[in-house]
Nanobody, 115 residues
Framework: QVQLVESGGGLVQAGGSLRLSCVGS????????ITWFRQAPGKEREAVSC???????NYADSVKGRFTISRDNAKNTMYLQMNSLKPEDTAVYYC?????????WGQGTQVTVSS
């Protein structure tokens, strides 16, 4: 069964850090582009950061310099290190794996940043 399972969300004070993990099962992440999305209440889902199969990375301007995306293909896992968190980072965070027309989503993990 193909799955992406996120973990690592929680409640943190502003300025704190969290590391999100997303583990793939039933398929190999090596050849997939990985993107972390987030969706805050009442807002559209937005892309936060992505990493290509070759390791190239991109970040939304709102998180640049604070978030770091990475992947460990040996563990079939991708990560999002989030530092200097702000209340506006509060959202459900989703991981996505994309290769050609194959697209997998995780179930999401809640991140809440208190002021």
């Amino acid at each position: 069964q193909v799955q992406l399972v996120e973990s690592g969300g929680g409640l943190v004070q502003a300025g704190g850090s969290l590391r999100l993990s997303c583990v793939g099962s039933g398929f190999t992440l090596d050849y997939y582009a990985i993107t972390w999305f987030r969706q805050a209440p009442g807002k559209e889902r937005e892309a936060v950061s992505c990493i290509s199969s070759g390791g190239g990375t991109n970040y939304a301007d709102s998180v640049k310099g604070r978030f770091t995306i990475s992947r460990d293909n040996a563990k079939n896992t991708m990560y999002l290190q989030m530092n200097s968190l702000k209340p506006e980072d509060t959202a459900v965070y989703y991981c996505n794996a994309l290769r050609y027309k194959t697209n997998y989503w995780g179930q999401g993990t809640q991140v809440t940043v208190s002021s």
